[in-house]
């Protein structure tokens, strides 16, 4: 089970975070969403869903994440 509390830090929603972490990184490359989900070869709806923190990407997806905003899967989780 996931636990928010690690160590005595408390950590908000990862999905959210990671989420809000790819729209800054798309909108920093002056990318829409249409843009960055035809780059990772998914629907729109779905990397809206990825940056509200409302799906859960796969590791695949989080490669092809990475590989299109040109940066590194660890970038991808850098605060």
Known sequence: MYN???AGVKRG???KQFGQRIKD???ERGLNQEELAEKVGV???Y???IETGAAN???TMIYALADALGVSVI???AS
């Open 57 to 59: 990407p796969t590791l």
């Open 75 to 77: 970038e991808l989780f």
């Open 13 to 15: 929603n990862p999905k």
């Open 4 to 6: 928010d509390h690690h």
């Open 25 to 27: 990184l798309r909108a």
């Open 43 to 45: 629907f729109r709806t």
């Open 47 to 49: 990397m809206s869903r």
